[in-house]
């Protein structure tokens, strides 16, 4: 259980590191626009993978993240049923129902939203090289 705590707190530290440096960068890029603006194209284009190259190592994290966490809580599930109580089993049965005790009609994995803020970044990046490309 240590591992899988240790995990998500890892986790927490990408995510914290990946959030500064994409805010950083939006916040140099909008300051920037207006020379942007008066870029040559591969300047634009530059920025813009400038911003996707984080948020692709970023999602593939999370990705990986995720697939190792899955991993563990099979195998903590699996030693759960040599043992009395079904503590982490039992707590994912409860969140799985429908509607979940807490009241509301699904239980929603921060895995899920997680895993959008990258796609957010890019799309802002993405938009960036579209109005300039456009303008």
Not at 40 to 49: Q, R, S, Y
Not at 65 to 82: C, G, M, P, Q, W
Request: charged share 20%.
């Amino acid at each position: 259980m240590e591992m899988a705590d240790r995990v998500s707190a890892r986790r927490g530290t990408a995510n914290a590191l990946f959030l500064s440096v994409q805010t950083a960068l939006v916040t140099v890029v909008g300051f920037g626009i207006p020379r942007l603006e008066e870029s040559t194209w591969w300047a634009v284009l530059a920025v813009t993978m400038a911003g996707f190259t984080p948020s692709g190592a970023w999602w593939l994290q999370l990705r990986s993240y995720r697939d190792l966490h899955t991993a563990k809580f099979k195998v903590i599930n699996e030693l759960e049923n040599s043992l009395p109580v079904r503590i982490f089993a039992e707590e994912w049965d409860y969140l799985k129902e429908d509607p979940i005790p807490a009241g509301r009609k699904r239980y929603a994995e921060l895995g899920i939203s997680e895993r959008l803020v990258p796609w957010v970044f890019a799309a802002v990046y993405l938009l960036i090289l579209t109005g300039t490309l456009l303008r």
